[in-house]
C-alpha cells in the first residue's frame, strides 16, 4: 500500500495542478504552434531574480547597524565581530539545505526564507525598541536570522537561473547578481533618505521587502521543466517524464532576446551612475534639505523598479509569441508533402507531443520509438547528454562525475582553496571597514560616511560582477572551430586584486584608503562571479552541492579570519595601548597584521588559480584531442560525449530495451 507521505505528496500535487502544470503548458504552447519555452515567463523569473539579489545585498549592509549598535548598547569592536561573524556562519552554512532543494525544488526554501525573516526583523526591531533586552547575545541571534535567509535565497536563485538560462549563463547571472553589489547602495541611500534616524522603521522595511520577495520567488522561480525531482516525479507516467526531460535540447540551443536583455543592463548602467552620485552627494554635502532626501530616495525606488521594463509585451524587444521550429520546418515547401522525415537508414524523425524528435523504427515488425537526443537524467545534470553531441553547444568540455567523484577531484578542492586565499582579504575589509577604517585614518567615522562606503561597495562590487559575467558570454560565444580563450584565465584576475589593495593598504596614507578599498569591492564583485558561475562552466553536473560546498569554505574562512584572527588582534592590540574597549581603535598597528595575512594569502591564491587554469587548459586540450580523433572535428560536446555512430546505436538500442 502507498505511504501516507507518498498520498499526501499526490493529493498536495493535485490541489496545485491548475496553477504548476508544466506539462500543460508545454502542451499548451505546442497545440498554439509557439516554441516550448516562454521568454516573457522566463524573464519574468529573471526579474524576480534580480530583487532577490537585491535581498542577498543585507549581508553587505552590515556596515549600516555597526553605529547604531555601538552608540546604543556600548558595544565594543570585538561584540560587533561576533555579531558579523554567527550572522555569516548562518547565512553560508546551505548545504543541509541543498538536500531539501534538491528533492522538492526552491519553493519550500522560498517558504522557509519568508519565516525566517520574520523572525530576525521583529526580533531586531524589539531590540531597538526596548521590548526586548539589547546585547551581544540577542542581538547576535536575531541578525542571524537575518542572514540565513540571505544565504538561501541566494543559493536558491542562482542554482535554478543557471539551469533555465544556460546558453546565455553568464550575461544573465551577471546582471542579477550585480544588484548583490548595487542592492547595498539601495539600501544605504534608503536608510539615508526615508529612515534617517528610524533604525526600527529601516529594519521593518527590509523584513517586508524580504518576505514579499520571497513569497513572490515562491511562485516564480522554478526549476526548468527538464529537471525532474522526487516531487515533480509523483503522479507522472514514465512518457509524461521522458517528455519534460527532453525539452533540455530547447533550453541549451535557446538564446534570450537581446533587446530584452539591453534594457535590463541600461537600468543597471543608470542605477549604477545615480547611486553613485547621490552617495557622494549624501556623504559630502552638509546642507541637503528633507526634501531632498525624500526625492533621492523616490528616484532610487523608480530606478531600481524600471527593472520591469524587461516584461513589457512589446514584439520590437522579441520573445513575443515565438514560432516552434518543429512548426516553421512542416511549412516548408519541401516539409509540407510529409509529415515524417527520413533521417537514417531504418529511423524515421518526427516531433513528438512536445516538440522533441523523435525516431520511429520496426524492430521485429513492432514499431519503436525512441528519442534521438537522450536528456538528462536526475536533479543537476542539466547539460549532460548521454546519447549524442548537441552541435549547436558552445561550452567547453567539462569535468565529470557524482558528489563523490567530485569530492575526489583535486580541481574542485583547487578551487577551494583559491576561495581561501583571496576570500580573506574580502571578509576582513566588507565586514569591518568601520573599524579598517578608523584605524587607518585614525578617525571616527560618521553615519554618513559609513553610508558611502556601503554605496561604493555596491558599485565596485557590481562592476566586478558585470565583468566576469560579460566574460564568461564572450567565451560561450567564440567560433567553435577557433577557441583559445577558457574561462579559467580570468581566475588570476582576483587575488591579483587583492594583493595589490593589501599593498595600498600597508604603504598608503590613510586618507587614500577609498583607493584599496573600491579594489577589494570590485575584487569581490569578481569572485562573487566566479562563485556562481564557476562550477556550470567547469563541471557537468550537482551544481547545487558544489556552489553550497563553496559556501561552507566561505563560512570556514569567516570563522578563521574574522573572528579567529581579526577580532582577536584586534582586542589584544587595544589592551596593548590602553585603549578603552568600548571605543574604537585607531591606530594603524591594530590592523596591519591582518591585512599582512590577506596580502601573502592573496599572493599565493594567483598560483593556485594558474595551476587551476592550466589543469584544465590540459583537461581541455586532451578531451578535444580525444574527439577529433574519433571523427568529431567539428563539434564542440561536453566532456564525456560519445562519436554521432555512437550515439545512432545507443539509441536503437535503447529503443530495444524499451520495447
Given amino acids: 500500500m502507498p505511504s501516507c507521505g507518498a498520498s499526501l505528496a499526490r493529493g ?34 529573471l526579474v524576480c531574480c534580480f530583487f532577490c539579489s537585491v535581498c542577498v545585498s543585507l549581508t553587505y549592509a552590515f556596515d549600516l547597524f555597526t553605529t547604531e549598535f555601538r552608540r546604543q548598547f556600548k558595544l565594543t569592536s570585538s561584540d560587533l565581530t ?43 526591531t524589539g531590540i531597538f525598541s526596548g521590548h526586548i533586552t539589547g546585547n551581544t547575545a540577542t542581538i547576535t541571534v536575531f541578525y542571524a536570522f537575518l542572514n540565513m535567509a540571505s544565504g538561501l535565497i541566494d543559493t536558491s536563485y542562482v542554482t535554478t537561473i543557471a539551469e533555465v538560462f544556460p546558453r546565455n549563463r553568464g550575461p544573465i547571472i551577471g546582471l542579477v547578481k550585480v544588484m548583490t553589489g548595487l542592492g547595498s547602495s539601495v539600501f544605504a541611500a534608503m536608510s539615508s533618505t526615508f ?49 519534460l526531460k527532453a525539452t533540455v535540447t530547447y533550453y541549451e540551443r535557446k538564446f534570450v532576446p537581446i533587446p ?56 520590437i524587444l522579441g520573445g ?52 534521438l537526443r537522450t536528456a538528462t537524467d536526475g536533479m543537476d545534470t542539466s547539460s549532460h547528454r ?20 567530485y569530492l575526489l577531484n583535486v580541481d574542485v578542492w583547487l578551487i577551494m582553496l583559491l576561495f581561501i586565499c583571496y576570500g580573506c582579504m574580502g571578509v576582513i575589509v566588507l565586514f569591518n571597514s568601520s573599524t579598517v577604517s578608523i584605524a587607518l585614518t585614525g578617525q571616527e567615522r560618521s553615519a554618513k560616511m559609513s553610508a558611502l562606503y556601503t554605496a561604493f561597495l555596491g558599485v565596485g562590487s557590481s562592476i566586478g560582477r558585470v565583468g566576469f559575467g560579460l566574460f564568461e558570454a564572450y567565451v560561450q560565444h567564440q567560433d567553435p572551430d577557433n577557441r583559445k580563450v577558457l574561462v579559467t584565465m580570468a ?27 573600491i579594489l577589494v569591492y570590485m575584487e569581490e564583485g569578481i569572485f562573487a562571479g ?90 581541455v586540450k586532451r578531451t578535444r584531442e580525444r574527439l577529433r580523433a574519433l571523427g568529431t572535428t567539428n563539434s564542440e560536446p561536453t566532456a564525456g560525449a560519445v562519436p554521432v555512430e555512437g550515439a545512432k546505436q545507443r539509441a536503437a538500442a535503447d529503443a530495444s530495451v524499451n520495447s
Avoid at 17 to 25: A, H, K, M, Y
Avoid at 197 to 219: E, H, T
Avoid at 333 to 358: F, I, N, S, W
Wanted: glycine share 6%.
Fill in 260 to 315: 530584452r536583455l539591453i534594457v535590463g543592463y541600461v537600468v543597471v548602467l543608470v542605477l549604477f551612475v545615480f547611486l553613485t552620485v547621490e552617495a557622494s552627494v549624501l556623504a559630502y554635502v552638509t546642507s541637503v534639505s528633507k526634501n531632498v532626501k525624500i526625492a533621492i530616495g523616490v528616484m532610487t525606488v523608480v530606478l531600481t523598479c524600471a527593472i520591469f521594463l524587461m516584461l513589457l509585451p512589446l514584439r
Fill in 386 to 405: 548521454e546519447g549524442g553531441i548537441n552541435k549547436s553547444a558552445r561550452q567547453d568540455p567539462r569535468y565529470e562525475g557524482t558528489v563523490k567523484d
Fill in 82 to 124: 561576533i555579531i558579523s561573524t554567527v550572522g555569516l556562519v548562518c547565512c553560508y552554512f546551505t548545504i543541509p539545505y541543498t538536500f531539501i532543494f534538491q528533492e522538492f525544488g526552491p519553493f519550500s526554501i522560498f517558504w522557509l526564507c519568508a519565516v525566517v525573516t520574520a523572525i530576525g526583523g521583529v526580533g531586531l
Fill in 530 to 619: 566566479i562563485n556562481a558561475l564557476i562550477f556550470p562552466c567547469l563541471f557537468e553536473s550537482n551544481h547545487t552541492f558544489l556552489y553550497s560546498l563553496s559556501f561552507f569554505v566561505q563560512m570556514c574562512c569567516i570563522i578563521s579570519f574574522n573572528l579567529g584572527m581579526f577580532g582577536r588582534i584586534i582586542d589584544r592590540e587595544q589592551r596593548k595601548l590602553n585603549i578603552p574597549m568600548d571605543l574604537e581603535c585607531n591606530v594603524k598597528s591594530c590592523v596591519r597584521t591582518p591585512i599582512i595575512v590577506s596580502t601573502v594569502l592573496a599572493f599565493v591564491g594567483f598560483f593556485v588559480a594558474l595551476a587551476i587554469h592550466l589543469r584544465y587548459a590540459a583537461f
Fill in 195 to 243: 529612515f534617517e534616524g528610524s533604525i526600527d522603521g529601516f529594519i521593518y522595511f527590509i523584513m517586508a521587502l524580504v518576505m514579499v520577495v520571497c513569497i513572490w520567488a515562491s511562485f516564480v522561480i522554478v526549476l526548468p521543466p527538464y529537471i525532474m525531482n522526487s516531487w515533480r516525479s509523483q503522479g507522472k507516467t514514465e512518457e509524461q517524464i521522458a517528455a
Fill in 320 to 371: 513575443v509569441n515565438e514560432r516552434d521550429p518543429g512548426a516553421e520546418r512542416l511549412e516548408e515547401p519541401e516539409e509540407a508533402v510529409r509529415t515524417k522525415d527520413v533521417y537514417e537508414e531504418g529511423c524515421l524523425a518526427h516531433p513528438d507531443d512536445v516538440g522533441q524528435e523523435m525516431c520511429t523504427s520496426n524492430e521485429g515488425g513492432d514499431e519503436v520509438s525512441a528519442p
Fill in 12 to 45: 498536495l500535487k493535485k490541489l496545485g495542478s491548475p496553477i504548476f502544470s508544466q506539462t500543460r503548458d508545454i502542451q499548451q504552447r505546442r497545440q498554439k504552434g509557439l516554441h516550448p519555452i516562454s521568454e516573457l515567463s522566463r524573464f519574468h523569473l
Fill in 491 to 517: 581566475l588570476p584576475v582576483s587575488p591579483a586584486m587583492a594583493f595589490f589593495a593589501g599593498i595600498f593598504f600597508l604603504f598608503l596614507p590613510g586618507d587614500s584608503i577609498l583607493l584599496p578599498l
